[in-house]
């Protein structure tokens, strides 16, 4: 955590979103309903995306962290393919929280400001929560295909870009698949964002248990190797 | 035996579940618009009668009038007192908004906590309205494009609020009792027509059926005699057709300020006269006697009546709203703390991160400074936001020279820091309350008092109501100059004035009570929009804001012919108008209409 690139990394993300929320602070506290909205929506929009690439590029090892092993490090001590592969994942989604709870006092402005509810920024956290342990879970599997940095960089940014950009193509239904989109629905008082949540979820085992499954395929072959 | 009975008991109560006990009998009649027809986007005449029986009633009479979208409607919800003794009917004519006509207008009535009786009333949309007052239905020819709905009505038809006439393109008078038309509703349809209706008497030889004394100030001629006219070949030379047979009319005496616009030699036959903005026509046949009915000329003549002719409406309207300042704007010092505030949180933050062990004392020192900068931030943002709270309320009485009533609208917008519920008293001469979208409002009539209860963070609301105008005057030309008289019946002098023609304005020395008269050069005015950019136009940030407004929609023209201004603008207290403008409690913050703008469009002598 005191790594000077660790500490650098949350210094820009929090100087980052209390740039944006002081920028959403309107100039007239009038507007009407939209611009509270509006203000919280956007700060909790940048939020989301700005700790997703962060816990997963981490994840990934994009962004190397002083003293954080990668997974094939781990791959080769004594605990289980399925632990390190939970273990990465709850740390990404403990980092995260960490993060949500240093960018609270900027939520709290807008909230003041503004007079918006409490509840669409909650359930933003969550989503955020979510969003960043999908992403994070494609990271660690991104991982398990190749040792190649390039490789795992391709899978890292074709997964974001699936995830905010691609996803937003989709017809209806399937557009609340989109983190946005989710979070709009979120302020505005439905409750859709329970299915995105919710196949976030799946998708996170489904790539977490692949990850496993090739972690120890992998550790087979490196033993087979070392062996040789 | 005994199991049976019980078995049969049960399926006697299944089948047939023991009712209620039978109420009284309530008998309700509503009626909205004008026989059930309306014309959305404006408000609308409501009338409700409900006979309790013999036993009375004590309870409320709710109406919901919807607005907006499906999934953010503003609905305005009005209650009234329902108190009527055993015997006694309880009657109630008011006028509520209609804006969209996928909406129902919901009535419900209710009584010992219980909804006694409810239902959606779904009134038929027309694209305008011909409103005829008489005895007989049939006779009007509905045309014009587009083409209007003729209803035929009672003087007690007849809304009490001139709002409510909205989409009627002409009232039609063939029958009128002065006895039936009480004096709120004579006072609205004077309104009406000084803000641009369109009102046709048809007279004939049986002119003593119009109660002449209902009609006074607006008649163009009066009826004083009855004569056989010879087949009227001038109605047929313009609308076409042949008349088959002598055609029975009144003789018109035109009165000063009519035109007689067709006449048969010396037989005036269409007389005409403005009034304020509107249109008085008077004929001198009767449009259901046999001769006129067997004229086919008679449908061009309802086509050039009915046809529909762009009207000006007031020029105050709720969009004024919109252009008021609701909150002051957050002061420079007050953004440039709250971004200290925040570096200095993130160098904190820095500065623990820099010292981070896996104690959990350092977590906890993590912790409780997020809490604590997230409660000092969520403290001072909304004491910044509880500072700008406020309340602009600004009303503005329009009225047309000559027609001796005034139309005030008072619009009121709320900014409330915390949202939640507020209620305020709103003066008795505004009995016309509704919620502008998206807000929502309850508007509760109560023995001397109109309370409404708003909700959310910003609300905003239109009030409005008719009452007599102290304020009259005209306008000549005369070789380059204006002669200007303006008669201020109040006790309190005329300030600020302004005058506005043809797109510039000009500054007027105020105006005491009584006569006054001014000869102005046309030489000496200034463009509109070069006087908006002064700031002497109100003493308020509020007043010049609803100036700001109500100049660009003056109209430009202004000729004798279009009698469209000129207009007098001033600022005028309320109190001289016998007027109490005050709300309960005081505004938050803000400025309270102290003074009302007074908008006069004189009248062309």
Redesign the interface.
Known sequence: MRSPKSVGLITFALALLAATALLLVPQELEGGSRLPIGSAYILLAIQMAVLTYLISASACGEIAIEGEKSIWDLAGTRFPSRTIVYGKITSAVLSCAMLLALAAPFQALVLGVTGASPVPFLLGWLLTLGTTCAAAATAIWGMTLSESEGVRSLVHWAWLGTLFMLSALLPEPWRLLNPFQALWEAFEGGREWAWTLGSYAVLSVLFLEWAGWRLQRGRGSHAHLRGG | MPILFFVGAVCLVLVRPPSAPAQSPLSVSLRIGFDGYVTPGGWVPLEVRIDPGEKGIDGEVMVEAWAGSR?NPSVTKYLWPLRVPPGGVFQLSHAIPYVDARWPVRVEVRAGGAVVFAKELRPRPADGLVVVLSQVRGGVVAAGSPLPVVVYAHEEDLPVHPWAYAGVRVLVIHDLSGRRLDEDRRRALLSWVARGGRLLISTGEGFHRIDREALAPLLPAIPTSTKQLPPPRTLAARFGGVFPDPLPVAALVPLPGSSVSLAEGETPLIVERPWGRGEVVMWAFDYLTLPFLRWSGRFSLWRELLEARPRTSGVVTPEATEVL??????PPGV?LG??LG??L??TV??WL????TASPSWWLW??LT??A??????????A??SR?ASLAWVSAMEVEGGSGVGVLASYL?R?G???GRFELVVPRVLPLVRALP?GSAEVRFEPGAVRVTGS???SALEMAGVFPSLFDGWVQRKEGELEVEVVNRSSQPLEDLLLVFQGKVRRLPSLPPGESRWTIGLGQWVALDTAGRERALGRTVLEGALLQWVFPRLPGGATMEERDGPFLLGWVDPRALGVELSLEPPPIAGNPPERVLLILRLQWR
Do not use: K, N, Q
């Not at chain 2, 991160?353 to 981070?356: D, F, G, M, P, W």
């Not at chain 2, 997230?374 to 943002?381: H, K, R």
């Open positions: 999934t300042p609701s909150s002051g704007s957050l953004v709250l971004g925040m570096m949180y993130v933050i820095r991160l820099r010292r981070s993590l912790l997020a809490v900068f997230s409660g000092g931030f969520w403290a001072g943002s909304t910044i936001r700008g917008r900014f820091p915390g949202g998206p959310g963070s910003l």
